[in-house]
């Protein structure tokens, strides 16, 4: 079974892969497949968004309570310096 995230991960490699290997400008198609792929990401990012800004509260409320460190999301900042420090 795929899951939606390795779903969109091979959408964006095939678009990238055929976008990358043809010599002229990106076919209409091609184009309309990104417009696509970057609606089909927001949606998953605004997922997200309500699952940290709802579920997350409660579950960290769980996790401390049984002595346990709360899920902190990395910020897009946090993310950015991790990356300029070479950490992965």
């Given at each position: 079974?795929i899951?939606?995230?390795?779903r969109?991960?091979e959408n ?5 892969g055929g976008?990358n290997d043809y010599?002229g400008?990106?076919t209409?198609t091609q184009?309309?497949r ?8 927001a ?6 968004d309500?699952w940290s800004?709802?579920?997350l ?6 996790l401390?309570?049984?002595n ?5 999301p990395l910020?897009?900042e946090a ?10």
């Amino acid at each position: 079974m795929i899951t939606g995230e390795e779903r969109l991960r091979e959408n964006i490699t095939e678009l990238y892969g055929g976008v990358n290997d043809y010599e002229g400008r990106p076919t209409q198609t091609q184009v309309e497949r990104t417009e696509a792929i970057a609606r089909e990401l927001a949606d998953v990012s605004a997922a997200f968004d309500r699952w940290s800004s709802h579920d997350l509260g409660s579950l960290n409320t769980a996790l401390t309570q049984k002595n346990l460190l709360p899920i902190e999301p990395l910020t897009q900042e946090a993310w950015e310096k991790q990356e300029s420090n070479g950490a992965e």
